[in-house]
C-alpha cells in the first residue's frame, strides 16, 4: 500500500512556475507507475502526465505538452512535476496517483488528497 502526499502548490501569476512534489510512503515505489492529475472547479478530474514504472516514459496532456515536465525520484520515493509558463487555465487542485506495474492509462489505485494551484492572470 501506498500513501501520497502532495505539496508546493499555490497562487503565481501567469507565465510564472511552479514545482509539485509528491512524497510516497511504503516500499517498492520503484514497481509503481505515477501521475499528475488534475481537476478544475465544475470540470472532470483530467490527466495531466505520467511517468512508467518500467522505463520511466513519459506522456502529457496535449494542454501541458512542452511546459510541464514530470520526473521521480526512486530513492527518494518522490514525484515531482515542474510548472513553467503557467496560465490561468492551469488553475486547478492537483492530485498525485499512483499504480502497482500499471499502463500510464491504466488504473490508478492511490491518490494523494490535491493541492490547489491558482494562476492569476
Known amino acids: 500500500q501506498v500513501q501520497l502526499v502532495e505539496s508546493g502548490g499555490g497562487l503565481v501569476q501567469a507565465g510564472g512556475s511552479l514545482r509539485l512534489s509528491c512524497a510516497a510512503s511504503?516500499?517498492?515505489?520503484?514497481?509503481?507507475?505515477v501521475a499528475w492529475f488534475r481537476q478544475a472547479p465544475g470540470k472532470e478530474r483530467e490527466f495531466v502526465a505520467g511517468?512508467?514504472?518500467?522505463?520511466?516514459?513519459?506522456y502529457y496532456a496535449d494542454s501541458v505538452k512542452g511546459r510541464f515536465t514530470i520526473s521521480r525520484d526512486n530513492a527518494k520515493n518522490t514525484l515531482y512535476l515542474q510548472m513553467n509558463s503557467l496560465k490561468p487555465e492551469d488553475t486547478a487542485v492537483y492530485f498525485c496517483?499512483?499504480?502497482?506495474?500499471?499502463?500510464?492509462?491504466?488504473?490508478?489505485?492511490?491518490w494523494g488528497q490535491g493541492t490547489q494551484i491558482t494562476v492569476s492572470s
Open positions: 511517468i512508467s514504472w518500467s522505463d520511466s516514459s513519459t
Open positions: 496517483a499512483a499504480g502497482p506495474k500499471a499502463s500510464v492509462f491504466g488504473l490508478y489505485n492511490y
Open positions: 511504503g516500499s517498492a515505489f520503484r514497481i509503481y507507475t
